[in-house]
């Protein structure tokens, strides 16, 4: 495998010029700041320039000027659901939990609305500890580690493309954790599936516990199909692995969970984009289209899922080895292919699985900037992933 710097089209390289939104929707999102704040320069009170400007600082986790921005932008559209979410990511992220859901139930999120309420004055992920060195049980297909739930120990996939605890549904109710919500899932293929929310006590490593942590709730028993037929008892994702700087070797087998560190101007590493809740996005390059990438690396088996639109601009021709596989929401059906070329950052892969079928087409848009696909799990697996929330910087390492 080779390293090499990615090219990365500007809005301002095609012939004609391009507006703000238009460089939003494509993913540009340098250009697509630059132009909104010269727009609101021009005419202040733009709406249109303030959400395009709004969503961008909230992927790049800019949290205070972003709040800043959509306190104007609301003056002007109080009732704007998208400003309102906007701003209920903000508190969720800032980890002021009543007044997320008091802008989740305005931005119509009942069920996470309810669950966050039920935190009260708690603090949500209070650390004891700082830092924890967790072996794998296995690395491939997907990595098992071994933790405790309110003290009870458990096997948890670790996959980046889950936000929020998951418990098994079972393992949850053996443990008296009741769901305080209910939210439908969106899941592999697009498959969709009910989610409980709730909260448990604790999550505990070797080294570090974690108190008052927000759970879903759901059958995770499918999954022993991964595990070498382990039981797993739930998923570990991003709601955990943003509390720390967390690098997940998997040359080595570990995960290791340090202490986050304030903001460093030049960290090292490739820009990090952070989409709703737990969506970490970079750029990077798929044969010859750009774009953001979604680093999810629960996907078995495979380095790369895209979009529909994504495979017909390749010219990707699938054949007829379909083969089966299970998520979330329950079994789906994909189709292998081989990629010539896949990039993140400036790690390019060559001559990689790619399968046709698990992308959830409503996520190519979701954000409202176009993500050309999701990155994982052989992308990674024979080096290192470091995902630091802080200086929201991407490591990447590996032969």
């Known amino acids: 495998m080779m390293l090499a710097p990615l090219l990365v089209l500007s809005c301002m390289a095609v012939s004609a010029p391009s507006s703000f939104e238009e460089c939003f929707r494509r993913g540009d999102l340098t250009e697509a700041k630059r132009l909104a704040s010269a727009q609101l320069n021009q005419e202040p009170g733009s709406l249109a320039a303030r959400r395009v400007l709004a969503q961008v600082l909230v992927l790049e986790n800019n949290l205070t000027e972003a709040d800043r921005v959509l306190a104007a932008a609301l003056k002007a559209s109080p009732e704007d659901k998208l400003l309102t979410g906007l701003q209920a990511i903000i508190a969720y992220r ?10 989740f139930a305005k931005s119509g999120n009942v069920g996470r609305s309810k669950q966050l309420a039920s935190f009260g004055a708690s603090v949500p992920y209070k650390k004891l500890g700082q830092s924890a060195k967790i072996k794998f049980v296995q690395v491939h297909p997907l990595p098992i580690l071994e933790l405790a739930v309110e003290g009870h120990r458990a096997n948890f996939v670790l996959d980046t493309g ?12 053996s443990l008296r954790i009741e769901p305080i919500a209910e939210a439908t899932g969106t899941f592999a293929a697009g498959q969709k599936a009910g989610v409980g929310l709730g909260r448990a006590k604790s999550i505990s490593f070797p080294g570090v516990t974690l108190e008052n942590i927000p759970v879903q709730i759901l059958s995770t028993k499918k999954f022993a199909l991964i595990a070498n037929g382990l039981p797993v008892h739930g998923v570990l994702g991003i709601g955990v692995l943003s509390q720390f700087c967390s690098t997940i070797d998997y040359a080595n087998g570990v995960l290791k969970l340090e202490p986050t560190v304030a903001a460093t101007p030049g960290a090292p590493g490739e820009p990090m984009l952070l989409a709703g809740d737990h969506f970490v996005l970079a750029r990077g390059q ?11 690396t629960g996907l078995a088996g495979a380095a790369y899922a895209g979009p529909t639109s994504v495979l017909k601009e390749l010219g990707v ?12 929401g329950g079994k789906v059906s994909v189709t292998p292919f081989v990629l010539d070329r896949l990039a993140l950052g400036k790690l390019v892969r060559s001559d990689v699985v790619g399968i046709a079928g698990a992308f959830p087409e409503s996520l190519e848009y979701a954000h409202g900037c176009r993500i050309v696909g999701i990155v994982s799990h052989a992308f990674f697996s024979r080096g290192t992933l470091r995902l630091d929330f802080t200086n929201m910087r991407l490591g990447l390492a590996g032969p």
Do not use: S
């Open 162 to 173: 889950a936000g929020e605890t998951i418990l098994d549904t079972d393992f949850a109710r």
């Open 286 to 296: 798929v044969g010859d289209v750009q774009g953001l990438l979604f680093v999810d």
């Open 317 to 328: 021709k699938l054949g007829a080895g379909a083969i089966e596989g299970v998520g979330g």
């Open 94 to 103: 800032q980890m002021d939990y009543p007044r997320a859901a008091l802008l």
